[in-house]
């Protein structure tokens, strides 16, 4: 099991910055992938950026330019630093964590931090 906490949600500005925290715990030897997800009012939830534990970064066409995601293991943690942020940005922002692989795969999810960005 891994249990995650994020924080760093808050109303912004357009043109103003955030960044997200998600803290992971418990079986975090397992972790393979972390990244973030969001979802809009009414919308399915996409994803946004994803990183590797070697580093290797991947963002959503829409952010790409604004949003950086980094990765500290020492903290296992995982941040989202959101620049230029537009109204449209507005969502609820959930963590997300891939283990294992094959049969042992598991994804796990934070409770989500609202982002609200006001034009």
């Known amino acids: 099991q891994v249990q995650l906490v994020e924080s760093g949600g808050d109303l912004v500005q357009a043109g103003g910055s955030l960044r997200l925290s998600c803290a992971a715990s418990?079986?975090?030897?397992?972790?393979?992938?972390m990244g973030w997800y969001r979802q809009a009012r009414g919308k399915q939830r996409e994803s946004v950026a994803s990183?590797?534990?070697?580093?290797?970064?991947n963002y959503a066409d829409f952010v790409k330019g604004r949003f950086t995601i980094s990765r500290d293991n020492a903290k296992n943690t995982v941040y989202l630093q959101m620049n230029s942020l537009k109204p449209e940005d507005t969502a609820a922002y959930f963590c997300?964590?891939?283990?294992?692989?094959?049969?042992?795969?598991?994804?796990?999810w934070g409770q989500g931090t609202q982002v609200t960005v006001s034009s």
């Open positions: 997300n964590v891939k283990t294992g692989m094959g049969s042992s795969f598991r994804e796990y």
């Open positions: 418990g079986s975090i030897f397992s972790i393979n992938v």
């Open positions: 990183i590797t534990t070697r580093g290797t970064t």
